[in-house]
Nanobody
Framework: DVQLQASGGGLVQTGGSLRLSCVVS????????IGWFRQVPGKEREAVSC????????YFADSVKGRFTISRDNAKNTVYLQTNSLKPEDTAVYYC????????WGQGTQVTVSS
């Protein structure tokens, strides 16, 4: 079975940082695109950051550029999202994804940024 286990969320003050982790199992990790999405109640899930397997290029939503970084450790089958300078509008459930919107999803980890 494919499993994506996300962790690292929590409650943080404005300006704080969190490192989200997602351990992937049941897939050939280094042969699949990896990304992070987020969702708040009443809104559509949005892409936050993605990492291409083809050229290592990255995508970041405009709202997080310069504050978030994405990385992967193929030896640990893990993808990370380092979130810095957090803002209240970053509050959401963050989901890791493998294989794009039609691929596989983790269970989500809650990030709450207090003002």
């Amino acid at each position: 079975d494919v499993q994506l286990q996300a962790s690292g969320g929590g409650l943080v003050q404005t300006g704080g940082s969190l490192r989200l982790s997602c351990v992937v199992s049941g897939l050939t990790f280094d042969a699949i695109a990896i990304g992070w999405f987020r969702q708040v109640p009443g809104k559509e899930r949005e892409a936050v950051s993605c990492l291409s397997i083809y050229d290592g290029s990255t995508y970041f939503a405009d709202s997080v550029k310069g504050r978030f970084t994405i990385s992967r450790d193929n030896a640990k089958n893990t993808v990370y999202l380092q979130t810095n300078s957090l803002k209240p509008e970053d509050t959401a459930v963050y989901y890791c994804n493998a294989g794009g919107s039609s691929g596989y999803w983790g269970q989500g980890t809650q990030v709450t940024v207090s003002s």
